[in-house]
């Protein structure tokens, strides 16, 4: 069984930085793609950053290019997503997930992902 649980979200100051990390278990990262997405009310679950060994690429969305960093460790199972340089505009609640079959071009599309863990809420602000 397929199964991710994000967790490290909290309340920053803006410029500052945070790590969440999402524990996951059932699948191989060589094998799916994996990606964290972020959703605030009212607005459609945004892709942050996303990947898949078939194309052994990093995608980021353009506004947090430079300053996230997607990243895994296969021996704990576990995704990582490095925020830095934080600004009130990335407020929301981050998920990771997973699927197996995304193809290339839909990678950040919400609806290309089966397996989503709970997500957690980063919130930023002075």
């Known amino acids: 069984e397929v199964q991710l649980q994000a967790s490290g979200g909290g309340l920053v100051q803006p410029g500052g930085s945070l790590r969440l990390s999402c524990t996951t278990s059932g699948f191989d990262f060589d094998e799916y793609a994996i990606g964290w997405f972020r959703q605030t009310p009212g607005k459609e679950r945004e892709g942050v950053s996303c990947?898949?060994?078939?194309?052994?690429?990093?995608y980021y969305a353009d506004s947090v290019k430079g300053r996230f960093t997607f990243s895994s460790d296969n021996a704990k199972n576990t995704l990582y997503l490095q925020m830095n340089s934080l600004q009130p505009e990335d407020t929301a609640v981050y998920y990771c997930t997973a699927s197996l079959g995304v193809i290339l071009s839909n990678l950040r599309a919400p609806s290309s992902y089966n397996y989503w863990g709970q997500g957690t809420l980063v919130t930023v602000s002075s």
């Open positions: 990947l898949t060994s078939r194309d052994g690429r990093t």
